[in-house]
């Protein structure tokens, strides 16, 4: 019965018209996929031309460039941080865009997005056997996570993707005060760490 | 239900990494770390969990995103061409269509020709601080958050964070950030409010600030305003001078 309600609320909220962009990146921050959806494909085309006609850039990689552009709006507003538009969202997006653009073409003369490796980056002062080994745990990390099931998972996702305080894990999850959340997070990590060192074994 | 030394180090590691301690607590934590060995393999197994969940998070946003482009798997973004039928009927609004663009073209000539030379010069000026990320024991000034999320190219939330500053202490560094935000957002207007703050200042901004204001008039198309900023560059035995002259022989 509450999800009904919330996802009827969201719907609600996605067919406003009057919905302002610091709204959307709350919903967006929310999870509402489809808004993040009807988002990306509102400066999709638009993006892409004007890469094409003021850059240079073949059609392919203006889509990439969107791609990660959008990628980096997307992270900023799940991460926390981005909370509040200054300017509007296709400004915003545009000089990241821009900016990508510039970079990439200070770098090679050319482009090469669209791998994982150059968009979720690891560590770049790590030397590739370093990077390696860390990507191999990671791996093993998110297996872990996997394996560990909600809500340990989404607990630990709150805190360290999402930066969310504790209060707001507490309100999120229903938990009965901060230190209750406190400590079950406590124990998530710890369940964590021995099915990782399973996985290792 | 009674907790095991095992419980108890995973719980201290946490809390310090979480930033969850007092300074006194930390400062003793920091204490039994160094000599502790195995506390502190334990404590970077904790540390690289939680950049683990970072990265898998972060993964799967980008799979997300990747998903969405994939729904637009053979489609054929039409771009406008050049080419398109003329009919007499047409021909003399055509002539008069070509007229007014040659004007406009000739009005906006000197425009994107600086705008061009911005684009190939500029690059948001390098962080000297660095922001903290959860999971290291650092608190969480506002200096730290602006320098963070500007290091991140997050320049909106940097624009509202240096604001902030901006309005507790005059700090000529922060002037300079905020006109560097505001020129990486496409706001050469506000860009260049900043750097004159910065110039009407005695600071060891100087030069930099003189560079950035230049390229701020490139964006806004002001050639005049660059050209005079660039000329006084040149005499600069810095890296900006030659990066000044190399502007002057195109302008």
Known sequence: MYFKWVTFERLCINFKKEMTENQLIEEIRNGNQKLLAETYHRYRKEFVHWAFKKHNCSLDDGKEIYQITFFIFYDNVLSGKLEHLVSHLKTYLFAIGKNKILENNRRNNRFSFGTKEDVVKIDEDDDQELQDIREQQYQQISEGLQKLGQPCKGILELMYYHNCSIKEITERFGFKNADTTKNQKYKCMQRLKKIIERITV | ?251
């Open chain 2, 1 to 251: 239900m009674k907790l095991n030394q095992e419980d108890i180090n995973s719980i201290k590691i946490q809390r310090y990494l979480d930033g969850d301690m007092s300074v006194e607590e930390r400062n003793e934590f920091e204490e039994e770390l160094a000599a502790d060995p195995a506390l502190k393999s334990l404590t970077d197994t904790y540390r690289n969990l939680a950049e683990g969940i970072r990265y898998h998070a972060r993964q799967n946003a980008w799979n997300t995103i990747q998903q969405l482009e994939a729904g637009y798997a053979g489609e054929d973004l039409e771009i406008v061409s050049s080419r398109t039928k003329i009919f007499p009927v047409y021909a003399v609004a055509a002539s008069v269509a070509i007229i007014a663009i040659a004007f406009a073209y000739i009005i906006n000539y000197n425009f994107n020709k600086s705008n061009r030379i911005f684009e190939e010069h500029f690059t948001p000026y390098q962080t000297l601080v660095n922001g903290p990320t959860r999971g290291e024991p650092i608190s969480h000034s506002l200096e730290e958050r602006a320098f963070s999320a500007y290091s991140n190219e997050n320049y909106q939330q940097a624009i509202t964070l240096f604001h902030e500053i901006d309005a507790l202490e005059n700090d000529p560094m922060i002037w300079f950030y905020l006109g560097n935000s505001y020129l990486a957002i496409d706001k050469p207007e506000e860009a260049a409010t900043y750097f004159i703050k910065v110039l009407s200042q005695e600071t060891v901004l100087t030069t930099q600030a003189r560079w950035y204001l230049g390229l701020s008039h490139l964006a806004k198309g002001d050639l005049d305003e660059a050209r005079a900023l660039f000329r006084v560059l040149a005499n600069d035995p810095t890296s900006y001078g030659e990066k000044a002259k190399s502007i002057l022989s195109q302008i």
